[in-house]
């Protein structure tokens, strides 16, 4: 069961230290605090959520319709908006804050980011295809990822065949990982191993329950 969340920014990786001096790989990511947009009902639109918002950002960055959401409800302006799927709406109400306070170390959290960009990239490093023959008379085949026609019939290339293609700047999402520290002055999360994007990448980070530790 997937619990709140909160909007953050990935600042960076960095180790910390545990009581016997081993070393823990975690990523700062700097979390909330987050002004509560929305509030989405069961009766009204059919599901529940709560939408937040996150980022300083200057006012004339954001077009007329995203301005419009905060100035009717007396809200910041800010950078990005994301709506959480929520069980119960109890507790939320539009104005309202969600602070990194919502975790403590030890939690599990399932985070959310868009991965670097790659650009355009070939069938070897976009899927690890091996690659042809160095020599016996391979000519200019190396890297290349063979045939790929499927005769007569169907006469065409099924969508999302492993051809070359733009690699990376999709939605990721890692799951299960443990919240090593929280520095609630700093509005800091630290969480235990990488994160998908590049630095000053949105993260959503959920909040899980039931997951082990």
């Known amino acids: 069961m997937v619990l709140m969340g909160i909007l953050g920014r990935k600042l960076g990786m960095t180790q910390i230290f545990d009581e016997q001096g081993r070393s823990i790989p975690v990523t700062v990511v700097e979390a909330g605090p987050c002004n509560v947009v929305a509030v989405k009902s069961l ?4 599901y529940t959520a709560v939408s937040l918002s996150f980022g ?3 006012p004339s960055k954001l077009n007329r319709p995203r301005r ?22 109890d507790g939320f109400e539009v104005g309202g804050v969600v602070s990194v306070e919502l975790f403590e170390a030890g939690d599990v959290v399932d985070v959310t980011g868009r991965s670097k960009g790659k650009g355009f990239a070939g069938v070897i490093k976009r899927h690890h295809f091996g690659g042809g023959p160095a020599s016996h008379g391979a000519s200019k085949f190396h890297r290349e990822p063979g045939s790929g026609g499927a005769s007569s019939y169907p006469g065409h290339i099924f ?17 299960n990982l443990s919240v090593a520290g929280v520095d609630p002055e700093n509005n800091l999360l630290l969480i235990r191993g990488a994160v998908p994007g590049p630095r000053n990448g949105l993260l959503m980070i959920r909040k899980r329950a039931g997951a082990p530790r």
């Open 43 to 46: 009766d009204a639109d059919g």
């Open 56 to 58: 300083d950002t200057k």
């Open 68 to 89: 419009g959401v905060f100035e009717k409800r007396g809200l910041e302006p800010k950078r990005w908006i994301r709506e959480f799927r929520v069980g119960d709406t």
């Open 159 to 175: 969508k999302g065949k492993t051809m070359p293609g733009r690699m990376g700047g999709e939605r990721v999402t890692v799951k």
